[in-house]
């Protein structure tokens, strides 16, 4: 009596000529419950399909004596092995190779690799079992059949909007890290907050535009120009149905409301802010953080003229500080190298460091080089020494320079971003990640 052929183990022969990859192979079918034999070159493989046809060939293409598309056309024209089953699995990827082996009936073509559970996926699938792949390991795929990861983009996550200090700038020198002033939006949720209204917030305007009727918060840092000249140019403050709140600290003078209703006065620009229709609501900073959708958002006073704050926000177990004018150290103009908590220097400035102290990502301007410093002292911007000082002090792991000044072209913010590396490293602060924010960054709090 017969024994049926499901019943038996399957035989395999396998085609190759590297010894390692051969017994390695082997190893992983006969562990599967397969049957294989070996044969290390063209001839041997084509004597041995013909005396003995195995359930299936494993042919590998680069052999000697006969390559592997020699074997297989020579398998097709004797009618003893006509349809015996093949798969080409060869270290070659080429369309070709593909092409050819499918012209002579390969019923599959695999790439070789270390992954022994794909081989044994792949030979079983071949025989009709169509296992499970065992957890970690993953089947060779074809062409169609791609991994292509999709980007989570509900995840907290902020970007830069306008990057440039003082006023906007444009041209080709300055393309890389954009023109516009200070704007930054924060998404959480279903919640979108941003602080200044720098000419940065017409970009953003015209993409809040393309989605949903929303309620948005604008928190300010100071209202000089470079920080509120968008705001006549954000689209949704003129659309019925948007709710817009900004916050802002209380001046030395007019109210924040009288401010912004100022920079709209007829002789400034054509439309007054009686014209924007939406809900707009000003509201004066508090001790009380404000909360936001899982957002938590607090403030302290930075060194800039003007009532100037910088913001924490607090988000998924992250702490993002926008901080974009801020003169730390005023007036020092020494090397920063033995500058500590308790020098008298910084004493004075403790309140900020205090206040970035945490954080995990630290957006924080260095306006002007140590050459240029000398001459701006007291503008209300930081040296790149300095800041590198405020880095170190605070422990920030990372740090995106931004308020680039407007003289600085593409050459000379990436000379002066290695050298902020280099005083980085020479004054002890090596773990951090310094980069140069530009129009357009973005980034997720959580990876």
Same mark, same amino acid.
């Given at each position: ?145 791609? /991994? ?17 200090? =003082? ?17 930054? =939006? ?38 000089? /120009? ?72 607090? /403030? ?78 007291? /503008? ?68």
């Amino acid at each position: 009596m017969n024994t049926p052929a499901t019943s038996r183990k399957r035989r395999i022969l396998l085609a190759e000529d590297v010894n390692v990859i051969a017994m390695s192979m082997a190893h992983a079918l006969k562990q599967a419950g397969y049957e294989v034999q070996i044969a290390r070159d063209g001839e041997e493989c084509l004597q041995m399909a013909r005396s003995d046809p195995p359930d299936l060939l494993l042919l590998d293409i680069m052999m000697p004596k006969l390559d592997g598309i020699e074997v297989l056309k020579r398998l097709r024209e004797d009618a003893s092995t006509r349809s015996l089953a093949v798969v080409v699995c060869s270290a070659k990827d080429f369309k070709t190779e593909r092409e050819i082996a499918a012209q002579l009936g390969a019923v599959d073509y695999f790439i070789k690799s270390s992954d022994a559970a794909a081989l044994v996926a792949k030979v079983t699938a071949v025989f009709g079992q169509h296992p499970s792949v065992p957890a970690g390991s993953t089947p060779e795929q074809s062409r169609d059949e791609a /991994w292509i990861p999709t980007l989570k983009t509900g995840r907290p996550h902020f970007r830069l909007w306008g990057t440039r200090g =003082s006023t906007p700038t444009l041209g080709a020198r300055f393309q890389r890290h954009g023109g516009n002033t200070s704007c930054m =939006s924060f998404s959480i949720g279903d919640e979108l907050i941003i602080f200044d209204a720098g000419s940065g917030i017409r970009d953003l305007g015209i993409e809040v535009m393309s989605g949903k009727i929303r309620k948005m918060h604008l928190f300010i840092t100071h209202t000089h /120009w470079d920080h509120i000249q968008g705001f006549p140019f954000f689209i949704p403050a003129y659309v019925p149905g948007f709710e817009i709140i900004v916050y802002g600290s209380k001046g030395f003078g007019k109210d924040l409301e009288a401010i912004f209703r100022g920079q709209l006065d007829r002789d400034y620009f054509p439309v007054q802010l009686e014209d924007m229709h939406s809900n707009l609501q000003f509201r004066l900073l508090s001790d009380t953080p404000v909360e936001i959708g899982g957002a938590r958002i607090t /403030w302290e006073f930075s060194h800039h003229p003007l009532p100037t704050v910088g913001y924490k926000i607090e988000a998924a177990g992250r702490t993002l500080v926008w901080m974009p004018d801020d003169e730390f150290l005023q007036g020092h103009i020494g090397p920063p190298h033995d500058l500590t908590r308790d020098h008298g220097l910084v004493r004075p400035f403790d309140k900020v460091i205090e206040f970035i102290a945490g954080a995990d990502v630290v957006i924080h301007e260095a306006q002007y080089t140590a050459e240029e410093y000398p001459q701006k002292i007291g /503008w209300g911007h930081c040296s790149v020494p300095n800041a590198c000082v405020l880095m170190k002090l605070a422990g920030i792991p990372r740090w995106i320079v931004t308020h680039h000044d407007p003289m600085h072209d593409d050459t000379f913010l990436e000379a002066k971003l290695n050298l902020t590396r280099q005083i980085l490293a020479e004054i002890g602060h090596h773990s951090i990640e310094v980069t140069h924010g530009y129009d357009g960054m973005m980034a997720y709090l959580h990876a």
